[in-house]
């Protein structure tokens, strides 16, 4: 069970990037797959990228080659570098494990928008 924090979303000109951060409190951080998933008004969360314990990692068709998903078992935090950003990556961003358990309620979300 976590309980997730993100920050650093905002807005962005086509093509910037951004990086965002969840810290995820909670027991046994380290042994869970964390994911990144968004949202834009009236579809459903999906899938963006996932990291296992050990650092292996997965990403939607859409991200590859532009988000690195990344984490720090030490400090309990999951990160997401997005890079060459496009109109389409704008949403709310979400952290949580993988897969998703209603143990671990969803946070508050970090607004992603890129205009241009």
């Known amino acids: 069970q976590v309980q997730p924090v993100e920050s650093g979303g905002g807005l962005v000109q086509l093509g910037g990037s951004l990086r965002l951060s969840c810290v995820a409190s909670?027991?046994?951080?380290?042994?869970?797959?964390m994911a990144w998933y968004r949202q834009t008004p009236g579809d459903v969360r999906l899938l963006v990228a996932l990291?296992?314990?050990?650092?292996?990692?997965n990403y939607a068709d859409s991200v590859k080659g532009r988000f690195t998903i990344s984490r720090d078992n030490a400090k309990n935090m999951v990160f997401l570098q997005m890079n060459d950003l496009k109109p389409e990556d704008t949403a709310v961003y979400y952290c949580?494990?993988?897969?998703?358990?209603?143990?671990?309620?969803w946070g508050q979300g970090t607004q992603v928008a890129v205009i241009g």
């Open positions: 990291v296992s314990g050990d650092g292996t990692t």
């Open positions: 909670g027991s046994g951080f380290s042994s869970n797959t």
């Open positions: 949580n494990v993988w897969p998703y358990t209603v143990d671990s309620p």
